[in-house]
């Protein structure tokens, strides 16, 4: 592994040369297209007298809007759109003040600016949709074998509209609402009030960070587990765990990062890629396999105890006041003393120490390593501990933030200027603190659903359960029943609201499997997206262009106001005006879903928008005059606040300026730090839980699979060791390889997958390993298969050191694109070779899957050159 790191450091330069290229084709690609404004400007090149004449262009003329960019990377940026006569002819981003670190502007990345090629593209629905051989009735009346195959007829509004309520009333009356399945959505509070549907609930991309952080003591927000983003530039090492913002959450994040290096911080990176992010920082790299992050930390534990006696690494005082558990002498009362952390670690009761050579057994870091991480994590040294969900979408990692809190704790890392651990990620990347700008509620009244304290299905299961029948009840949280097997019979798969739950949650193949099993799918939608593709009625919404405004929360300095760009395309409609149309033919009265028209709404929120000021005083953000309130005809009083209405209309966002040494630094758990008593955490005993009863019992109630009370090492399925027919052999077995699924620049997970421009730009190939590509004798460029134990998927090969061996990097997100006479995915969809895996509290363990890959003999048409999904009846 040695040489193999060295290896990497030689070509790393060439690695991120290769990005830069691939950014500059980005920037080139738009440009054509009219797309990108701003950019610094290059010398004309000398024209030839063969070259045809190139014509410029000065588009000024229009007005300047902000533009919804609503997409769920966490970048949060402002995108600008120029309107001429109702037509969208350019795009910039913010402008509405001077950049600086301190005070930058909110800028947006490639995939911002290409949004117009996303809102205004051929593929966009126009028009109501049936598919042909589905017809009303249940049963073989729906043809559900042909989802998926079947060519598609364009309907009427009145007609989807009757469908859709003719069916709900019939399958109720048959089978009744528990025979219904909704994702969320306007639609759903309708059924709400119908008698009921059943919902579903998951860890989404949080993993294990989701419901059972707060029991221990860490937090499961990134905006209260870090230190604010000025204050990080006071570390002096930054250890970075599988994050990767240049690409997950473009925009500011990694701006952040760059002032942080620029501030005199070393950067260590623990991951098996080294990403473009850690490039940025030039990070060390200590290459660790995916899903063996529990081992890790164990192994660096040990080894803090290890050498704790000649380097003084433990902060023992914060241990025995801010911590229970550690060890015997400060376990809770009434729990058995050897059960404590350090026992575990040091082996003394199971006979099996968690050294770094054990731990490198598993994770692929070397033990030397792993005693260098153990000593970066020191309590002498001002460090941050950074971690992005990833590494927690893992099954059997229920305890990943327990431990990573635990080395937090030993080395004293909460609560000071310079120290931190716990999450960066998503639109906090960087930036802890709560929000200092936020806007206010729609007034909108909340609409429950009779079954949702009754039947829920966790993701896991979702789609095993509608194609078998049955599933575990455990609530809609860990913390709700003991886990209780349920027969259930879905006959309607409801997807409302850009909603891509086929596509997103793990099992794709058996989510295929249990959409062409119901009565009825139905799908709104702005594409022929994976969800709409195997449905049987698919409506055509607006996009957010198309919508009245809105608010969208940027970091916690920022808050942006996007206002309509242009008039309602084609046929499509709103989410609400289809669910209020059905709602009629059911028998319900809309007013008890919306009382409030869409235009009060939205003056409400700017009537509760708030500013914290420096003092941590929260107050009114937005000034509303009598003529505004004249303008916008709503109800509703004169206010003073912090910026005019019109003025954040127009100039699109409020940002507070930062600068160091102002009143809006944040120290995570600093108050709990100073005086753990007067300021408790909200645990059973209101302090850090390194053995929690609460988080073990909440857990192992639901049956899935059991917990001890301090973080262990439980081999997660289908992980590292799942590789091996004979783990302690050696011996490999039919999946030898981990598959990794990174974000990808081309989409915000699966959004802009279908934007010409950026596939133009970014292939979606999957990223080998060069050594192991050569043992497979696969070259650059080969197409390949790669096979799990669910399922099969295509994609043309990129060599790359930058993985290490034995991984497998296949990019998040594509539609899939399955040739049904082979079984074989060919767009490279990495939820085809992830399955219905249940553990834990049901985390979704995107990042535990096997697979083997292999050379392909067919070659693969490139994505930017397969015709756009528009079904004849958009024509």
């Not at 989510?511 to 799908?523: C, F």
């Not at 709990?672 to 209101?686: I, Q, R």
């Not at 059991?706 to 039919?734: L, S």
């Amino acid at each position: 592994m040695a040489n193999y790191v060295e290896k990497v450091r030689q070509s790393s330069t060439m690695s991120r040369r290769g990005f830069v290229k691939a950014g500059a084709a980005a920037t080139a690609a738009l440009a054509v297209g009219g797309g990108l404004v701003g950019c610094a400007a290059k010398e004309k090149p000398e024209k030839k007298d063969d070259q045809p004449e190139v014509v410029t262009r000065n588009i000024t003329e229009g007005q300047w809007v902000t533009a919804a960019c609503w997409h769920n990377c966490g970048g949060r940026c402002v995108n600008k759109a120029l309107v001429k006569d109702g037509v969208v002819i350019r795009q910039k981003t913010d402008d509405t003040h001077e950049d600086s670190p301190d005070y930058p502007q909110q800028r947006a990345c490639v995939r911002g600016r290409a949004q117009r090629n996303h809102v205004l593209a051929a593929d966009r629905l126009k028009y109501p949709m049936k598919r042909k051989s589905w017809q009303p009735g249940g049963g073989e009346n729906a043809h559900g074998d042909m989802r998926g195959k079947d060519e598609w007829e364009r309907i009427s509004w009145d007609e989807a509209y009757d469908y859709i309520a003719d069916e709900v009333k019939r399958i109720v009356d048959q089978h009744g609402n528990r025979a219904l399945f909704a994702d969320g959505g306007e639609v759903s509070k309708f059924l709400s009030l119908y008698g009921g549907y059943i919902g579903h609930w998951g860890t989404t991309s949080r993993g294990a960070w989701t419901y059972t952080p707060g029991v221990v003591g860490i937090s499961p927000q990134p905006d209260e587990g870090i230190n604010d983003r000025l204050d990080m530039r006071n570390s002096d090492t930054v250890v970075m765990f599988g994050t990767n913002p240049a690409w997950s959450s473009a925009g500011n994040p990694a701006y952040h990062l760059l002032q942080i290096k620029k501030a005199g911080a070393k950067f260590v990176a623990v991951d098996p890629f080294y990403n473009d992010s850690y490039a940025l920082v030039d990070a060390e790299w200590i290459p660790c396999r995916p899903s063996t992050d529990m081992a890790l930390f164990l192994g660096i534990a040990n080894a803090m105890l290890e050498m704790d006696a000649e380097k003084q690494l433990v902060d023992w005082d914060y241990l025995n006041t801010h911590t229970v558990g550690f060890d015997a002498d400060h376990m809770p009362e009434g729990e058995d003393p050897n059960g404590n952390f350090k026992d575990y670690v040091l082996g003394t009761f199971d006979g099996t120490p968690k050294t770094p050579e054990w731990a490198s057994s598993i994770c692929g870091a070397s033990p030397e390593n792993i005693r260098y991480l153990a000593e970066l994590i020191g309590k002498n040294n001002k460090v941050s501990i950074l971690l992005a969900w990833a590494s927690a979408r893992t099954h059997n990692a229920d305890c990943l933030p327990q431990l990573v809190m635990t080395l937090g704790a030993m080395g004293g890392h909460f609560g000071k200027s310079g120290h931190m651990c716990g999450l960066s990620c998503h639109s906090r990347s960087f930036s802890g603190g709560a929000y200092l700008v936020g806007a206010g509620k729609d007034g909108l009244p909340s609409i429950k659903n009779p079954l949702s304290g009754t039947e829920n299905i966790n993701d896991t299961e979702l789609w095993n359960a509608i194609s078998d029948g049955s599933y575990t009840y455990a609530g809609a949280s860990t913390k709700k029943v003991p886990g209780e097997a349920r027969d259930v019979d879905i006959k309607l798969i409801y997807h409302d609201s850009m909603n891509a739950k086929l596509q997103t949650i793990e099992g794709q193949t058996k989510g295929i499997e249990a959409h062409r099993k119901v009565d009825l799918v139905v799908t709104h939608s702005l594409f022929m997206t994976t969800n709409a593709n195997y449905s049987d009625i698919v409506l055509p919404i607006e996009s957010y262009w198309e919508k009245e405004g809105g608010f969208l929360q940027g970091n916690r300095e920022a808050l942006i106001y996007h206002t309509k760009v242009i008039d309602r395309m084609y046929e499509c409609l709103s989410d609400e005006e289809i669910a209020t149309e059905i709602g009629k033919r059911l028998g319900l009265d809309p007013q008890e879903v919306y009382p409030i028209d869409v235009k009060q709404r939205l003056f409400n929120q700017f009537v509760d928008a708030y500013v914290v000021n420096e003092a941590g005083e929260k107050g009114k953000l937005v000034t509303i005059t009598a003529d505004d309130i004249a303008e916008w005809g709503c109800e509703g009083e004169p206010q003073e606040g912090a910026i005019a209405m019109k003025e954040l209309i127009e100039t699109g966002i409020y940002q507070i300026p930062r600068s160091e040494g102002d009143g809006y630094g944040s120290i995570a758990y600093e108050k709990f730090v100073a005086d753990p008593v007067a300021n408790p955490l909200e645990t059973a005993s209101g302090k850090q839980e390194i053995y929690s009863k609460a988080l073990r019992d909440s857990i192992n109630a639901i049956g899935y699979s059991k917990i001890e009370a301090i973080p262990t090492y439980i081999p997660p399925q289908e992980g590292y060791e799942a590789t091996f027919k004979d783990f302690a052999g050696g011996v490999k077995g039919d999946y030898p390889f981990q598959l990794y699924n990174p974000h990808y620049l081309r989409r915000s997970h699966t959004v802009f997958d279908n934007v010409s421009w950026l596939r133009e730009t970014w292939h979606n190939p999957v990223f080998l390993n060069a050594e192991d590509a050569k043992a497979k004798g696969i070259a650059d460029g080969d197409t390949v298969l790669l096979t799990s134990p669910h399922g099969k998927c295509l994609r043309v090969a990129s060599l790359s050191n930058r993985f290490i061996p034995g991984v497998v990097g296949l990019p998040h997100g594509a539609w899939v694109d399955m040739d049904e006479s082979t079984g074989i995915d060919r767009a490279g969809s990495d939820n085809i070779l992830t399955g219905q895996i249940q553990s834990g509290q049901g985390v979704s363990g995107w990042n535990t899957c096997i697979c083997n890959i292999e050379k392909y003999s067919e070659a693969l048409t490139p994505d930017a050159e397969l015709p756009a999904r528009i079904p004849a009846a958009q024509n």
